[in-house]
DNA sequence: CCCCGTCATTGACGTGAGTCAAGGTGGCGC
DNA sequence: GCGCCACCTTGACTCACGTCAATGACGGGG
């Protein structure tokens, strides 16, 4: 199963129907505020689950941010593999626990940090899970424009912008064309990343 | 098993060696952040589990907000259970799923909200809870402090005053002796927690 | 009963990020 | 190659919230 650049895979509130494994391309996870601004809960990668929080229905929005690949499994049939493989299961809670985690973090970031912290906490981040896909770390690719990534952070596409622009300047990292980022010192991202502030 | 107040049921970081049901009291939640200051996850109620990520470590250190009396599963044996009992395995899974989704509208909460809409979402989160334990849902009981509330949503301990104070002015609530809140206006109430900015 | 410690409130002030508003820049189709 | 459109960047200004600091209200212990 394929999804197009800009399409919804589910929307926030339809029954969760099937739980999805996303093979190429990139999706958001978003809520819709309603102010018509958004919230992205999240961004998924080759290798990551969409949909498995085991509720009735969809807590979020999917959406397509470039062409995107993915294996559906209707959620009947894979609660018959529950049932057989229990082994699976708690795979599975292992997984919701994980997610639990991040998002955990993820709200340390929104709650307690400023502009720049959560902006190196991002591309950090990243970073990070471009290297669990086996991609090389450093250049960061970042598919999805400056908007989202400010809905996520809870910024500003502007505050973004300026934010971005003084770490280049600054020297941390370099803005590299097609939406890649060269980190050129980790360690001080790191630093601002920790910190309080 | 009980914890006095103010002491530490498990800490941040400890092996998670097992759960807890909450049957009487108030714990928190929270992560210490390397300046000293911490971000509190959430409030736990009776009926309420804590630690049940099944992680290797617990995310989080809970303290006992008042005196709390709890019912500990050791690990080993409660996932002997799950082994035994697939049924409950799920009914975990639908916990941790729902934990989960709490966490996101937190999130949601946190990144996007003014200070106002933050203590009107929290004084109705409260109410809910409250009812939910099939106690009245009206004054509304904080048995947290301010510091502990502000950690909660981002804010200072004199915002969290402010905030309430104007809200009183305001009309839509009366504070009572003994962190009790009256909400005369839930309708107001909502309006702000729903709506954006 | 009064003292003192802890926590809440209130005030004055500073600042980081939001808002509003212009430019840039690159990609794509014609 | 040109123009259009979407997106990014930059600037000026504002304001909500944080910070610093003083005062006020409880409540428990001596």
Redesign the interface.
């Known amino acids: 199963m394929t999804a197009a650049f800009g399409t919804d895979i589910f929307r926030e509130g339809e029954p969760a129907g099937a739980l999805y494994n996303l093979t190429a391309g990139t999706v958001k996870l978003y ?1 819709m ?3 018509g ?1 958004q ?1 992205v ?1 999240g961004a998924l990668f080759p290798g990551d689950f969409l949909g498995l ?3 009735d229905a969809y ?2 929005t999917a959406e397509a941010m470039d062409d995107a690949a993915l294996c559906r499994f209707p959620r009947g049939r894979f609660e018959g593999l ?2 057989r493989i ?1 082994r699976l ?2 795979r ?3 997984m ?6 991040q ?2 973090d ?3 970031l ?3 940090k400023n502009a720049t912290d959560k902006i190196a906490n991002f591309l950090l981040q990243l970073s990070r899970r471009q290297a669990a896909r086996r991609e090389p770390a450093n250049p960061v690719r970042m598919p999805m424009g400056r908007t989202d990534i400010a809905d996520y ?2 910024l500003t596409t502007e505050t973004v912008s300026r934010t971005l622009t003084s770490l280049k300047t600054g020297g941390p990292i370099r803005l590299l064309h097609g939406n890649s980022v060269e980190l050129r010192d980790r360690a001080a991202l790191e630093a601002r990343a ?4």
Chains 1, 2 share one sequence.
């Open positions: 809520n505020l309603p102010d601004r919230q809960a929080a085991m509720n807590a979020h529950l049932e229990p299961e708690y599975l809670l292992a919701v626990s994980n997610e639990l985690a998002v955990q993820q709200m340390l929104l709650g307690r952070l809870g920790g910190g309080g502030s």
